[in-house]
Nanobody, 122 residues
C-alpha cells in the first residue's frame, strides 16, 4: 500500500557528506513515523535514526552529531544528511515507515524501500 524509494547514495571520500532522500507514495504521509536503517553483508540491520511526523527526531547514540534527519510533508520526502563520513559508514541505507513513535527495531516498521548504497573511500 505504501511505497518508499530511496536515492542519493554513491561514492564519497572519508570526511565528506551525502544527503539521502526517501519519497513516499500511496498512504497518508503524516500518519507514519519514518526511520533510517543501514546494513552490511553478514550483519544485522542497524538503526540510524527516526523522525516524528511533526519533525521531532531521535538517533542512535553513536551517530549523534554527524547524521541529521528531516522531512518535508508537502513533498512526502524524508532526508538523511550525513556529514563527516567514516569508512565504517559504508552500507546499504534503507528508509522505513512505522505507526509507533520511538521505534528502533526493524520488526516495528511496516514498509521498506529498496535501499541505496553508500560507499566511503579513504
Amino acid at each position: 500500500q505504501v511505497q518508499l524509494v530511496e536515492s542519493g547514495g554513491g561514492l564519497v571520500q572519508a570526511g565528506g557528506s551525502l544527503r539521502l532522500s526517501c519519497v513516499a507514495s500511496g498512504g497518508s504521509f503524516r500518519s507514519y513515523h519514518m526511520g533510517w536503517f543501514r546494513q552490511t553483508p553478514g550483519k544485522e540491520r542497524e538503526f540510524v535514526g527516526g523522525i516524528h511526523w511533526t519533525g521531532s527526531t531521535y538517533y542512535a547514540d553513536s551517530l549523534k552529531g554527524r547524521f541529521t534527519i528531516s522531512r518535508d510533508n508537502a513533498k512526502k520526502t524524508v532526508y538523511l544528511q550525513m556529514d563527516s563520513l567514516k569508512l565504517e559508514d559504508s552500507a546499504v541505507y534503507y528508509c522505513a515507515a512505522a505507526r509507533n513513535w520511538g521505534a528502533t527495531h526493524p520488526n516495528e516498521y511496516d514498509y521498506w524501500g529498496q535501499g541505496t548504497q553508500v560507499t566511503v573511500s579513504s
